[in-house]
């Protein structure tokens, strides 16, 4: 799997890191990541089919 570097804004990490751990939503910060960029992927094509792209 390639590796991905970015900068990111603290208050966003932290953020996600309240998502993140035993017991919650998230296994791991990467998880996180991959499982919004997913999402995000998903709402674009669904917007894209609404206007015929």
Do not use: W, Y
């Not at 390639?2 to 953020?15: F, G, Q, R, T, Y």
């Not at 751990?21 to 089919?49: H, N, P, W, Y």
Request: net charge neutral.
């Amino acid at each position: 799997m390639p590796k991905v570097s970015l900068d990111m804004p603290a208050e966003i990490l932290s953020d996600i890191k309240k998502h993140v751990g035993d017991e919650k939503k998230f296994v791991s910060v990467a998880d996180a990541i991959r499982t919004a960029c997913r999402k995000l992927l998903d709402q674009l094509d669904e917007i894209d089919i609404r206007n015929g792209r």
